[in-house]
């Protein structure tokens, strides 16, 4: 009896490590094999360990017919997504995705996850608008209890909780010398709360002369904290043109990372210390090669990763097909010594989409839509 109880306790370990690394394509369908797997699957635990250990993917939102599209890098394979269509911005935390749609005007907010197929509509509490900036997180108490930022100005936030289903004012604005740059696409949410690139005019300086540094906000304590750690280099590259660019992204799960693509021939990482809630930003370069084939991106901003196994910079761009008049994905393998091309076939944009981000950096994930 001891030794069939071994015996079972094994298979179901062995069988546990195996489910943490198979896609989130066949769990999902693995749900309906036994009740057993069905309980696991829909287990916490097992949900935020197996995000914890997926690989990233780019998603592309193609505005050309409104598809939305993932691309497997490893496998090359690419998925047509079930969800809103016309998507102007996306955020994403544990897996979950909130985005605007619709128009010129964000006239209707998309909570959902594509791998489940579930989606939830949020009414505003006044008119959406284009230039409204959003967050995505949670509080550290429960990570169950999620929230929406909504920024309508510096001085009016609102936040929607998913227990009551109502938008809230909050006691928090935004300091009046920040300016969030490019904040609809600039946004990056870690451990439950939010960040984006930001610039200030420097302190004691008597010139016009700004600094960037990263943006956040609690959503534990409701109200925008400045972690410190201005970038450590020359803001002239906080701009937007086809052969400089400053691109932000997590890293490991736990800290946030910055991409540096200049003059079509640099690249550089430059990675903070682990994020916590109360600590302070300090940055370090962790990955830099400098040759002439360097990929520049036509659209104002790629998207990128570092993959956990390889260590390689995982870089999604668009370039311009002049003779056809529209924009081509790509995305590039880089690492140390060599540059690997990934083309992204069938996937194409027209070219008065290049100021809109067209691409993502996603975590396909189990978590459900919160209710």
Known sequence: ????????QLIVTFSVKILYKTPIESLVRFKSICKQWYALINDKRFIYKHFYLSQKRFILVNRRDNSVQLFDYETQAISSLQGPTKIQTVIHCDGVEVSGTTGYKHEKLAVWNPFLSQIEWIEPSHS????????????????DKYKILRLLDK???EIYEFKSKLWRSVDAALDSCVDLWFPHYQALSINGNMYWIARRKK??????????????????RETFKDKGGVVPFETEFLRVSPDSKLVM??????????????????????????????GVFSWSKCFHITRPDVPTSYCSFPTYFMDKNTSKLMLCCGQLDVKKQCIDVNVYEIGEGDIKKHDVAGFRDRMIYAFLNCYYVYVPSLVPVPE
């Open 155 to 157: 001085s009016h936030i």
């Open 1 to 8: 009896f001891t030794v069939r109880m071994l015996l079972g």
């Open 249 to 278: 992204s997590g890293l490991g799960g736990d800290r946030i990372s910055l991409l540096r693509l200049h003059e079509g021939e640099k690249v550089e990482v430059w990675v903070t210390n682990k994020v916590t809630y109360d």
């Open 203 to 220: 302190k004691g300086n008597s010139d016009d002369q700004r600094e960037i540094f990263i943006q956040s906000f609690d959503f534990s």
């Open 128 to 143: 959406y608008k284009w230039s409204d900036v959003y967050g995505f997180g949670y509080d550290k108490v429960s990570r």
